[in-house]
């Protein structure tokens, strides 16, 4: 049997519930229990995405103690196996097994009480074999802008991770060019044009499809917190995936840094307005929400953040690139664009920064714009829910009496209107800039009233604003020339030079 992930039973006090519920050190009749967001088996799913045929727990503590193997389920919790083990215990259980408890268990826990004397409680893991293993290497790719602080963090608990498993190797997109060129086996750094978030993260998947070598791409943020049995999980499903679901997205849940047991998104989806957060406030210390953020969901337009998104190369080379929008919106669209399920599980998420402190009148621009422009890429759209939607957009803005973003939404709708074409005739660092120092030629009520009649310019063109923004992605984005044009560089520029 191999190894799918180990169990971990240290973190700081915030995190502490999602991994485990009580001490580690028990005396007589205290209890630990494992059946948490870190720890507990989410078996339901491995048996659907996998290939998984047997499931083997190993327990590791010192002591006489009772073990408790249960199943969870959305309607409570039951026992499976109850027995008494002295220094450590074994449990197994084959396909058919396996099959017949997946009926009415969606997780698998256990517990374990300490009987007559002290039970030190030291480790474990999680065991499976599968009816095929594939040969998988995944190459993340993080996108970064001068937070070398944040970058740093996550590259040490990373060079610790790739050296143990090489499976894995890391590229860094220097968007500041701070970094400096690197080339180190485990980890490439390339300097990259500030073209936003669009313009790192589409060259780190340029360069890793170019290099050839990886199956996968794994879409970071820099400035996460990174659990790194999420990586033993993501591994472990792409090496053992069934053929039907290996041209899936697997996303990772985000946990929120200001309260770690929170969870922000666990994927998410595009409504008409604005971008919904599935499973948004979940406890999941709260055993009664593990079941729940189990569950598949069946909405349209659903999207895996790139905060922690592992997406086949296959898919890249069939699909070709994200949007040049420099930032908000590509992960959306890119997603969306699959038209596959997402895969996700309890277990693989990251912990990041709330939002709100990045919010700006600038980035409002960004998100007012590409927001529009993900609406006339949908199918399915008519020229009363493109109009619809400014509108409702820029109610917001007035909502909210935020005076810049409402004259910054003027200069959104007169971007939207120009179209991709237009707008990627200047780079996207100079229309960055350009952003930043508009402002426009009329007084507040004067940029809501020109708002308004540009809200009705959307309306009136919408057919062909439309089809400009749909022929620009199906010529512009199937494969890489257009972005290697757009990002200046050479023929061969990057991977060459970590190939």
Not at 36 to 46: D, E, G, I, P, R
Request: net charge neutral; with cysteine.
């Amino acid at each position: 049997m191999e190894t799918i992930y180990d169990i971990k039973l240290d973190a700081d006090a915030a995190k502490l519930p999602l991994y485990r519920k009580g001490e580690r050190f028990l005396q007589a009749g205290g209890s630990v229990d494992l059946g948490t967001y870190f720890n507990a088996f989410s078996l339901a799913k491995w048996l659907r995405y996998t290939m998984l045929e047997a499931l083997a727990l190993e327990l590791h503590f010192t002591g006489t103690a009772r073990v408790t193997l249960y199943g969870r389920s959305e309607s409570g919790t039951q026992g499976i196996v109850s027995a008494v083990a002295t220094d450590g215990w074994h449990w197994q259980a084959e396909s058919e097994e396996l099959a017949k408890l997946a009926r009415t268990s969606v997780l698998l826990g256990v517990r374990l009480t300490a009987l007559d004397g002290a039970v030190e409680l030291t480790g474990g893991r999680w065991m499976g074999n599968f009816a095929a293993t594939r040969d998988i290497r995944i190459g993340a790719a993080i996108c970064t802008y001068r937070r070398e602080e944040y970058l740093r963090r996550n590259l040490d608990v990373l060079e610790t991770y790739c050296k143990a498993h090489p499976w894995l190797t890391v590229l860094v997109i220097d968007n500041g060019r701070t970094l400096g060129e690197r080339h180190d086996g485990w980890l490439n750094i390339l300097p990259n044009r500030n073209y936003g978030g669009s313009g790192g993260f589409t060259r780190g998947l340029i360069e890793q499809v170019a290099a050839g070598k990886n199956d996968y791409v794994l879409l970071m943020d820099d400035d996460i917190e990174l659990e790194t049995t999420a990586l033993d999980r993501l591994i472990a499903l792409c090496r053992h995936m069934k053929d039907e679901r290996r041209m899936q997205m697997i996303g990772g849940a985000m946990l929120r840094m200001d309260a770690p047991t929170i969870q922000h998104e666990n994927t998410g989806y595009w409504g008409l307005v604005r971008q919904h957060s599935i499973g948004r406030s979940r406890d999941l210390s709260d055993p009664a929400m593990l079941c729940e953020n189990e569950r598949e969901q069946d909405v349209q337009n659903r999207y895996a953040a790139w905060w922690f998104c592992c997406i086949p190369c296959a898919v890249i080379l069939e699909q070709g690139y994200p949007l040049p929008v420099f930032l908000k919106g590509d992960d959306m669209e890119y997603g969306i664009r699959s038209g596959r399920p997402i895969l996700t599980m309890n277990g693989i998420a990251v912990w990041h920064m709330a939002f709100a402190a990045k919010e700006s009148p600038v980035v409002n621009y960004f998100s007012d714009r590409n927001m529009l422009i993900l609406n006339a890429l949908l199918s399915g759209g008519s020229r009363w829910r493109s109009a619809f939607v400014a509108l409702a957009r820029l109610g917001n803005r007035i909502r909210h009496r935020d005076s810049a973003s409402i004259f910054l939404y003027e200069r959104a709708l007169r971007d939207y209107l120009r179209g991709l074409t237009e707008m990627t005739a200047v780079g996207s660092d100079a229309l960055f800039d350009d952003v930043r120092r508009w402002h426009s030629a009329h007084s507040l009520v004067g940029s809501v009233c020109a708002s308004l009649a540009l809200c009705g310019r959307v309306f009136l063109h919408d057919t062909a604003i439309r089809s400009g923004y749909c022929t620009f992605r199906t010529e512009r984005l199937t494969d890489a020339a257009f972005w290697r044009r757009f990002l200046g560089l050479a023929d061969g520029e990057g991977h060459r030079s970590w190939n």
